[in-house]
């Protein structure tokens, strides 16, 4: 039930857009994004509840296709400080609490 | 201020012995959590608890124990029977299907 992301790695330049994708096998209740760099306890980003909702946070974007049971998360214009890893986290319906993570995608910005 | 709290940051262990990493949290969350990551790996579950007195095993609940006697503590003892504990520990709470505060982490090495 471990969400499925992708790509694994990304490199980017400076001011480059990318994309992060996130599956799942499950009907999904929400998805969480998160940035962790390392060593650091990952911070949060955005929070997605089912209903095709999509959030911004300065350049950073999602979306969620409860129906596809996936999420995008768009970073445009990427900064230096976009560098790190990004984690999908996912929770199925019912009344759970629980959030299982994807493995990660590990985006380098170079200048 | 509020926010989580794990000690310690780090902890060396021989084998055969059992440790326990400490969690607190001020913010009067309902639902802890705790997970593991190995480097270049995700976060993987091992333990949640939604309410004081409950908890529910996570994916890789083998070899943790875990108890939730106040609302506001959720301590994670790594057994013995853990054959290969050495990793980076992550506590974790929230509000009722809300984003995840992060504690700093208890890295924890087996000599």
């Known amino acids: 039930q471990q969400p499925v992301q992708s790509p694994q790695a990304v490199i980017l330049r400076e001011g480059e857009d990318a994309v992060i994708n996130c599956s799942s096998s499950k009907a999904l209740y929400s998805v969480h994004w998160y940035r962790q760099k390392h060593g650091e306890a990952p911070v949060f980003l955005m929070i997605l509840l089912k209903g095709g909702e999509q959030k911004g946070h300065e350049k950073i974007s999602a979306s969620f296709n409860e129906k596809k049971q996936q999420s995008s998360l768009y970073l445009t214009a990427s900064q230096l400080s976009y560098s790190g890893t990004y984690f999908c986290g996912t929770e199925m319906g019912g009344a759970t609490n629980k959030l299982i993570f994807g493995t990660g995608t590990l985006l380098a910005v170079q200048p | 201020d509020g926010g989580i709290t794990q000690s310690p940051k780090y902890l060396f262990r021989k084998e055969g012995q059992n440790v326990t990493l400490s969690c607190e949290q001020n913010l009067n969350h309902d639902a802890m959590y705790w997970y593991r990551q190995d480097p270049g790996q995700g976060l993987r579950l091992i333990y949640y608890?939604?309410?004081?007195?409950?908890?529910q095993k996570g994916d890789i609940a083998e070899g943790y124990s875990v108890s939730r006697e106040k609302k506001e503590s959720f301590p994670l003892t790594v057994t013995s029977a853990q054959k290969n504990p050495t990793a980076f520990y992550l506590c974790?709470?929230?509000?009722?299907?809300?984003?995840?505060?992060f504690g700093e982490g208890s890295r924890l090495t087996v000599l």
């Open positions: 974790a709470s929230s509000r009722y299907r809300e984003r995840l505060f």
């Open positions: 608890s939604q309410i004081v007195n409950d908890f």
